[in-house]
């Protein structure tokens, strides 16, 4: 079973970017899709995108399209790209597997996903 690292997580100005890894220590991602998470104290945990594991496709939610780009960047790694980042994109940020042995799977549920990281906090600060 795959084991989850983020990082890349840090504070930058409003229009900045940051790059997150989600990188297994164990394993590949070979059969899991990867989605990415983000919360913030007091609110329910919303998920950012998403990425099958082999046919590449990929989801978004609305609040970050054209922003964030999600991609494999080898069997061990997924990337989440953050540009033009605004203050409400501040979070502790998550990489989560579900298993998808057929390739083309995504999701922005968290209850479809089994193994989490322990995420990298994100901070946009004016």
């Known amino acids: 079973q795959v084991q989850l690292v983020e990082s890349g997580g840090g504070s930058v100005q409003p229009g900045g970017s940051l790059r997150l890894s989600c990188a297994t220590s164990?394993?590949?991602?070979?059969?899991?899709?990867i989605g990415w998470f983000r919360q913030v104290p007091g609110k329910e945990r919303e998920g950012v995108s998403s990425?099958?594991?082999?046919?590449?496709?990929t989801t978004y939610a609305d609040s970050v399209k054209g922003r964030f780009t999600i991609f494999k960047a080898s069997r061990n790694t997924v990337y989440l790209q953050l540009n033009s980042l605004k203050p409400e994109d501040t979070g502790v940020y998550y990489c989560?597997?579900?298993?998808?042995?057929?390739?083309?799977?995504?999701?922005?549920?968290?209850?479809?996903?089994?193994?989490w990281g322990q995420g990298t906090q994100v901070t946009v600060y004016s």
């Open positions: 989560a597997a579900m298993e998808d042995v057929f390739g083309n799977l995504f999701s922005l549920k968290e209850y479809d996903y089994d193994i």
């Open positions: 990425i099958s594991a082999t046919d590449g496709r």
């Open positions: 164990r394993g590949n991602l070979d059969d899991w899709a």
